[in-house]
């Protein structure tokens, strides 16, 4: 069924960094019947697209870039019940987070609230995260998947660091890599020893399904 909502209001906005708008608009949107998915994916992020082309031309500067972030965060937290309570059963369970020498999380949350609205268990564990620091948590929470976000080229390493953590630890064949981000492509998988690519957070979900099937054979 095609959505009847217009985003255009929101996706300003969002690119304003105005919160207390987008929040506003959010709550409208909801009560319109949309679903926290499809306000995520046609107003969220497409406003942060924008803003993130504007900043790349430099016609938006810092300062813009952490108030639309700010914006796009709380949203994403006025969401978050609205997909949780979308799942019945949980798929798996996920820790997900930026690598090391990686402060940039918009990606990073954007992917998390769509898993969880995927029906995954989601721990986010943050920014610049060691791959000790994922190994630990994956092992505390028995996570099936190890999701790392990774928006700079110089930071690739830090994926197969982690993978081959997993493999010194012995839970290598209990654990899949989800991997994503501005540096990152279908080649990376292989180059770095993961398991599954996702350009977006609808793709990630998708592939998080595919990498939990692996897992049950």
């Known amino acids: ?47 942060m697209k924008i803003v993130s082309d504007k900043y790349d031309k430099k016609e938006f500067f810092v300062p813009d870039l952490a108030a639309a972030a700010d914006a796009m965060s709380d ?5 978050k019940p609205h997909l949780e309570q979308s799942t019945e ?13 990686c402060s940039q999380e918009i990606g990073k949350n954007i992917v998390s609230a769509m ?4 029906g995954f268990r ?18 505390e929470v028995h996570a099936d998947i190890i999701a790392l976000g990774c928006p700079m080229l110089q930071t690739v390493k830090y994926i197969k660091e982690t993978v081959d953590l997993a493999v010194e630890e ?13 540096s990152t492509n279908p080649g990376t998988v292989a180059d770095q020893g993961a398991d599954g690519w996702g ?7 998708d592939v998080a399904l595919k990498l939990m099937e692996e897992l049950r054979k």
């Open 75 to 79: 949203a994403l937290d006025e969401l």
């Open 115 to 118: 898993l969880s609205g995927g």
């Open 122 to 139: 989601v721990h986010d564990i943050g920014i610049n995260v060691t791959p000790k620091e994922f190994i630990d948590k994956a092992k």
């Open 199 to 205: 350009k977006d957070g609808s793709e990630a979900v």
């Open 89 to 101: 059963e949980v798929k798996g369970t996920i820790v997900i987070g930026v690598v090391q020498e």
């Open 170 to 182: 012995n839970i290598r064949d209990q654990v899949k890599f989800l991997i994503g981000g501005a």
């Open 1 to 47: 069924m095609v959505s009847g909502y217009d985003y255009t209001q929101m996706i300003q906005m969002v690119v304003d960094g105005e919160g207390d708008d987008v929040l506003d608009l959010v709550d409208e949107a909801l009560e319109s019947g949309e679903s926290a998915d499809a306000i995520i994916e046609k107003g969220l992020v497409e406003g």
